[in-house]
C-alpha cells in the first residue's frame, strides 16, 4: 500500500520551508521535515510548543504620579505613590525594575513610591527575545510645591479686601506683606503713598521663604515710575527709610521711586539693604534723604552681597548718592547721580572726635567704602558740587575707601559678615591687622561738571588694595580727573591701577590747589607695593595743570593743549615721562567724549588696534544680571544712546528747589543737563544731548534724533 502526503508552504520569517509527495509504503518510518504544520498527515509524532516567530511589542508605558507640580510635569512629593502603566503585545512575561515586580499579563499597572527621583525599566519578554521600554518619575523633595501668587495694593484699596485684583486690593504695605510668601509678586497701582516698604526681620517679613535661586519675591509699579513711597510721615525717631530690606534673599522691587526726610536727623536716608543677598533694584529712584548727618541716599550694606542696583537715579540731600559699605559682588549699572545739598558742619569724626571744620566732611555721588569686588557699569555722574551745592566737600563722581580703623578694631572684625575677617581678605590674602581686597572695576563711566572747593577728581580712588581696571571713562569739563591714592597702611599686598580708554577733556581745576588731581589728567600719588600704575590708550586734552602727575606711567597716549604733559603736584613725588608710542602736541580732533571720530590721529592707534579714547556706546552687562550670572560683565549689542529713562530723569532732577540755609542762596534742580532750552543739535536738552555735546559739537543725528 502506498500513500502519498499532500504537498504544504510556511513563511514563519523570510526563509521558506517545503514539503514535497514522499511514497510511505517504502518505508518503515518517515520523518517529516514540516512536522507539525497543518495538511502534512495526521500521523505527525507529538513535540513541544513551536517557538515564537518574532519579539514582542510594547505599545504603552506611563507613570500617572499622586500629585503634579507643574514646573516638572511628570512630578511628585516624597512619600506618595505614582501609578506605572504598561500595554504590550506578544509578551509572555513582564518585568519591571528597579524592584522585583513580574506579571504574565500583556497590560495591566503597579504603584511605586519613590523617594527619589527614580528612571524604570519595563522589559517585555517572549521566546523571540525581549524588548525595554523607560519611564522617569520625578520626586519633589521640598515640603511644598512652589506656587506663587499675585497681590495688589492701591491708594483706594483696603485691608479688609482679600488683595487678589486691583478691584479687591489692600492699602497698607505692611497687610500686603504679610500676606505674600516667597516668590510671590506685589503689584503696587501707581500714585503716592505715604507709606514704607518694610522687608527685613526686624520690621515686617513676608510669611514664609523670601525667595530661591528659582525664582524672586517681586514688588513691582504697575506701570514704571507711575509709584512713589514716601515715608516722611513716619516719626523721626522710628523713621527706618521707605524702602528696607534687610536678612532676607531674593527680593526684587521694579519700576518704583522711594523718597525720603530731608528733616529727619536720625540719619537714615530713603533706601537701604544691610544684611540681605540677591537683591535686585530695577529701575528705582532715591530722593531727599536728610540733608544733614551721615546719611545716604541708597545705602547698601553693611553685610550686603550679591546686589544689583540697575537703571536708577538719585538726587537732592544725603552725603552719598549710592554708598556700598561693607559688601561684597556688588553691581551698579546704567544709573545717573547728581549732587544737590549737604551739610555737615558741626560734626565730629567718629574715631578721633576731632571737630569737622567749617567745609564739612567729605560727600560723594558713587561711594565704596571696605568693601570688594564692586563693578560700575555705565555710570553718569553730574553737575554736582557747584556754589552753595553744600558744605561738605565733594570727593568727586566715584569714592573709594578702605579703613585701617574700620579694619583694624577688633569690635567691628568679631561682629561683621562682610569681609570674612579683618586679618584675611575673601581672597585669602593676609593683610596683618588692616588692609581689605578691594579690587574692582570701572567700566564706561561718564562724569560731566563735577566742581568743588578743593578741586575733586572724577574718580578717587583712595587707599586701594588689589586691582582696579578702569576702561573707557569720560571726563570732561571737571576740576580734576582720575585720582589714585595711598594703599591701607600696614599692608603688604601688591597693588595695581590700570586705566585704559580714557578721555579726559577740560579738566579745569587750579594747579596751586591742595588736591593733587586738580587740574589733573590721572595721578597715582603713591608708591608703596603698586606693581603698576598705568594711563595707557587715552587723550588728555586741555587739562589745565598735567595730563599726568607724579607716580602714573604712560604709554599709547595723546596728549594736546595741556598746561604741561606731566608734572608733580601736592605730594611732590615723581614727574612721569613720556612713553615710547606717546604722542605729544598733536590735535586729536575730539568731536564727542563718548567716541573718537575715524580718520583722527586716535582711530586705530592704541596698543590693542582699536582707539585712543573711550568708546562708549553699547550697554555693558546682560540687563538683570547678578555678580557671576551669564552675560553680567560682558559688552552688549544694545545701544546705550539715547539714555533709557532720560525724560524721566531729567524731570525729577529739575523738580528739586530749596533754599542754602546758611548762605540763604536758592539751589535750583533746573541746571545742567535738566535745565531748559535747546541743545546745540536744535532739540530740547535731553541727558544724551548734553553728554555728547560737551565738547562743543552737535549730537549726531544717529545719537539724537
Not at 518503515?28 to 497543518?38: P, T
Not at 527575545?129 to 515640603?143: I, Y
Not at 570674612?420 to 581686597?437: Q, R
Request: glycine residues 12%.
Amino acid at each position: 500500500m502506498s500513500s502519498t502526503s499532500s504537498s504544504c508552504r510556511r513563511r514563519p520569517s523570510s526563509q521558506e520551508l517545503k514539503c514535497f509527495g514522499l511514497d510511505l509504503s517504502a518505508f518503515v518510518l518517515v520523518l517529516f521535515a514540516c512536522a507539525g504544520l497543518a495538511g502534512c498527515g495526521s500521523t505527525t509524532p507529538s513535540m513541544s510548543a513551536p517557538a515564537d516567530s518574532s519579539a514582542p511589542t510594547i505599545n504603552s508605558f506611563a507613570a500617572s504620579p499622586g500629585s503634579i507640580n507643574a514646573a516638572v510635569p511628570e512630578s511628585i512629593n516624597s512619600g506618595s505613590s505614582s501609578t506605572l502603566s504598561w500595554s504590550t503585545s506578544g509578551a509572555t512575561s513582564i518585568a519591571i525594575t528597579p524592584g522585583t515586580f513580574t506579571s504574565t499579563s500583556a497590560s495591566g499597572s503597579t504603584g511605586v513610591s519613590p523617594t527619589a527621583t527614580t528612571t524604570y525599566t519595563l522589559t517585555a519578554t517572549n521566546t523571540a527575545g525581549s524588548v525595554t521600554s523607560t519611564q522617569t518619575v520625578t520626586v519633589n523633595t521640598s515640603t511644598e510645591p512652589t506656587i506663587s501668587a499675585t497681590w495688589y495694593i492701591s491708594t483706594t484699596g483696603s485691608d479688609s479686601n482679600g488683595g487678589t485684583s486691583p478691584s479687591t486690593a489692600f492699602a497698607t504695605f505692611a497687610h500686603a506683606l504679610a500676606a505674600m510668601s516667597g516668590c510671590d509678586t506685589l503689584i503696587v497701582e501707581n500714585g503716592y503713598y505715604y507709606d514704607a516698604i518694610n522687608i527685613a526681620v526686624q520690621g515686617t517679613s513676608l510669611n514664609g521663604n523670601v525667595g530661591s535661586s528659582g525664582c524672586y519675591t517681586s514688588v513691582q509699579a504697575a506701570t514704571t515710575w507711575g509709584v512713589t513711597v514716601d515715608a516722611s510721615t513716619q516719626s523721626h525717631t522710628g523713621y527706618n527709610g521707605s524702602l528696607r530690606i534687610g536678612v532676607e534673599s531674593y527680593i526684587e522691587v521694579y519700576g518704583i521711586k522711594f523718597a525720603g526726610d530731608p528733616l529727619n536727623t536720625v540719619g537714615n536716608g530713603p533706601i537701604g539693604v544691610d544684611g540681605a543677598d540677591h537683591i535686585k533694584l530695577i529701575k528705582t529712584a532715591g530722593f531727599n534723604a536728610p540733608c544733614t548727618n551721615n546719611t545716604n541716599v541708597y545705602g547698601i550694606g553693611p553685610g550686603a552681597s550679591y546686589i544689583l542696583v540697575e537703571d536708577a537715579h538719585a538726587w537732592g540731600c544725603g552725603r552719598y548718592k549710592f554708598e556700598f559699605y561693607q559688601s561684597d559682588h556688588v553691581i551698579l549699572r546704567h544709573s545717573v547721580a547728581r549732587h544737590d545739598y549737604h551739610d555737615m558742619t558741626g560734626w565730629t569724626y567718629p574715631y578721633s572726635g576731632e571737630s569737622i571744620d567749617g567745609w564739612g566732611r567729605q560727600v560723594g555721588l558713587f561711594t565704596m567704602y571696605d568693601s570688594y569686588e564692586v563693578l560700575f557699569q555705565n555710570d553718569i555722574g553730574l553737575d554736582s558740587g557747584l556754589p552753595d551745592n553744600s558744605t561738605g566737600n565733594l570727593y568727586g563722581g566715584i569714592q573709594s575707601e578702605n579703613n585701617d580703623e574700620v579694619l583694624g578694631s577688633s569690635a567691628l572684625c568679631a561682629a561683621a559678615t562682610h569681609p570674612p575677617g579683618c586679618t584675611v581678605d575673601p581672597h585669602g590674602v593676609s593683610h596683618g591687622t588692616t588692609g581689605l581686597d578691594n579690587s574692582g572695576n570701572y567700566e564706561g563711566l561718564i562724569f560731566i561738571n563735577i566742581q568743588g572747593y578743593f578741586g575733586p577728581p572724577a574718580v578717587f580712588d583712595d587707599k586701594l588694595n588689589g586691582t582696579r581696571d578702569a576702561v573707557n571713562i569720560a571726563m570732561a569739563n571737571t576740576a580734576g580727573g582720575f585720582d589714585g591714592d595711598r594703599q591701607a597702611s600696614g599692608t603688604s599686598e601688591a597693588s595695581d591701577l590700570l586705566l585704559h580708554h580714557m578721555t579726559a577733556y577740560n579738566i579745569t581745576g587750579p594747579a596751586s590747589n591742595s588736591n593733587p588731581a586738580s587740574g589733573v589728567g590721572a595721578d597715582e600719588t603713591s608708591n608703596t607695593n603698586f606693581t603698576e600704575h598705568l594711563t595707557e590708550d587715552s587723550i588728555i586734552e586741555s587739562a589745565n595743570a598735567f595730563g599726568l602727575a607724579n607716580y602714573m606711567t604712560s604709554n599709547y597716549n595723546l596728549f594736546y593743549n595741556n598746561s604741561a604733559n606731566f608734572g608733580t603736584a601736592f605730594y611732590l613725588g615723581p614727574v612721569p615721562t613720556a612713553g615710547s608710542h606717546d604722542i605729544q602736541g598733536t590735535d586729536p580732533q575730539l568731536k564727542y567724549i563718548t567716541r573718537v571720530e575715524a580718520g583722527t590721529p586716535g582711530s586705530g592707534t592704541a596698543s590693542d588696534g582699536g582707539d585712543r579714547g573711550a568708546t562708549i556706546l553699547y550697554r555693558m552687562g546682560t540687563p538683570g544680571t547678578l555678580w557671576g550670572d551669564t552675560g553680567y560683565d560682558t559688552l552688549t549689542a544694545t545701544p546705550l544712546w539715547p539714555w533709557d529713562d532720560e525724560a524721566t530723569i531729567k524731570s525729577d532732577m529739575a523738580s528739586f528747589s530749596m533754599t542754602n540755609p546758611i548762605t540763604g542762596n536758592p539751589i535750583y534742580g533746573a541746571r545742567g543737563f535738566a535745565a531748559a532750552g535747546n541743545g546745540l543739535y536744535g532739540g530740547t536738552i535731553t541727558l544724551t544731548s548734553y553728554v555728547w555735546e560737551q565738547v562743543g559739537n552737535a549730537c549726531p543725528a544717529e545719537i539724537c534724533p
